[in-house]
């Protein structure tokens, strides 16, 4: 229940779109996404043709409802439709091109520790198994410019080093790093980039032609706002030949007409539920015709109220910003207040985490990390919120603390 001497913030004129609860001061975008009405009832609409007529859907005409998408698809990315391929989730991507991928005893494989867990272990298990070493390069968070990122990711990368994960986006600490300079000078040195874009598409501006690493692969549920399932891999084509998608299925030795053989290995992976993919032309479409600007003008938009809403957060909890403007993007991380810190763990879920949802109705996500270990807290942007839910936080969070 909300205390009662805190107003409810006004709700944005988009949320309509959107089904989330109206009691929700929903700030965790960044998490799973959000997807608008229009999108789940096209999807609602494909399922009903899916369980209608199973063969003719997945069968017959399957293709016919794929490559729209995907054309789609390397239209928004810039990047030519041969070079990609549906996945269910960024993980996924990573692990299809890490489990492809033969790694000797003297190899290195490099990551950071602004990493994302899930797709660190990806990173860790081919590791073990082919008796390689995994290195962290140490990030300074907070940090004073992106170039402290290049100078820790080169200090730690060797002759060895085979393979280098770079996140576009951070996930906890919401950055956005310089992963088009990292990227050339890691290949410069012989070193192949895999590109975690979890958070990219549809907050930052996409050319995968131009930036070039050789392994890109991004969620399509979170900003994109498509259903959950929809991600992608792009490949650059010479890296093309020797990746295996996650689930290997009919694509090895069933070539189809007009399809690479890098499209036909990932383009079924057995019986499941396409119908988020065959969104993902419609979200980008609908998704680009909120605002008269389209996708320019929403990513503007976003990133405006992240960086507002840091200042107004700063300003009411007395916290200071852990990185400079430059490297936000729709997100934005802080650290608690003192008052917070110090504090042991009580769960999967901390207890002040807890609270803000069952006493104000406010979604946003607390972390733990760094040496000493600090408490955190991301809040998203997207264009179903406003200004007034992110002092609506900050007025809650200052409840917490008096309590």
């Not at 990711?153 to 060895?160: E, F, G, I, M, S």
Request: aromatic share 10%; charged share 25%; with cysteine.
């Amino acid at each position: 229940m909300t205390q009662k001497n805190i107003a409810r913030p006004s709700v944005s004129e988009f949320r309509r779109h959107w089904q989330l609860a109206p009691n929700t001061v929903f700030l965790n975008h960044g998490s799973f996404g959000a997807c608008p009405r229009p999108i789940l009832e096209l999807q609602s609409q494909l399922r009903q043709q899916l369980e209608a007529e199973p063969v003719q859907f997945l069968w017959r005409r399957y293709e016919e409802r794929l490559e729209p998408a995907r054309v789609a698809l390397a239209e928004f990315v810039g990047a030519r439709s041969r070079d990609l391929v549906f996945v269910t989730n960024a993980t996924t991507g990573v692990n299809a091109i890490v489990r492809s991928l033969r790694f000797q005893p003297d190899d290195e494989i490099l990551t950071t520790d602004l990493d994302y867990n899930a797709c660190r272990n990806a990173l860790a298990e081919a590791a073990r198994r082919a008796g390689a070493r995994l290195v962290i390069a140490p990030v300074p968070f907070p940090l004073r410019s992106a170039g402290e990122v290049i100078e820790a990711v080169l200090r730690a990368a060797t002759p060895r080093t085979r393979l280098a994960m770079l996140d576009h986006v951070t996930s906890n600490t919401a950055l956005v790093l310089p992963v088009e300079q990292l990227i050339r000078e890691l290949e410069a040195r012989g070193v192949d980039t895999l590109v975690d874009g979890a958070h990219a598409p549809g907050m930052l501006p996409l050319n995968l032609g131009e930036l070039n690493p050789a392994y890109y692969t991004a969620n399509l549920h979170k900003w994109v706002c498509a259903p959950k399932g929809a991600a992608f891999l792009w490949a650059r084509e010479d890296k093309q030949a020797d990746l295996q998608p996650a689930v290997i299925s009919h694509g090895n030795n069933r070539p189809r007409p007009g399809f690479t053989p890098f499209l036909d290995r990932f383009d079924w992976a057995g019986t499941f539920d396409p119908t988020p993919w065959f969104c993902v032309a419609e979200a980008i479409r609908w998704m680009g015709t909120l605002l008269p600007g389209g996708w320019s003008e929403l990513r503007q938009r976003n990133r405006d109220l992240a960086v507002k809403a840091r200042q107004v957060l700063s300003e009411r909890l007395a916290v200071q910003p852990p990185c400079p403007e430059t490297m936000l993007g729709s997100m934005a991380t802080m650290a608690l207040p003192e008052r917070f810190q110090d504090v042991p763990a009580s769960g999967k879920i901390d207890a002040e985490q807890l609270r803000l949802y069952d006493q104000f109705g406010i979604e946003v996500p607390f972390y733990r990390f760094g040496s000493p270990e600090r408490r955190w807290f991301r809040v998203s942007a997207q264009i179903y919120n406003t200004q007034e839910e992110y002092e609506f936080l900050a007025q809650a969070i200052a409840e917490l603390q008096r309590s």
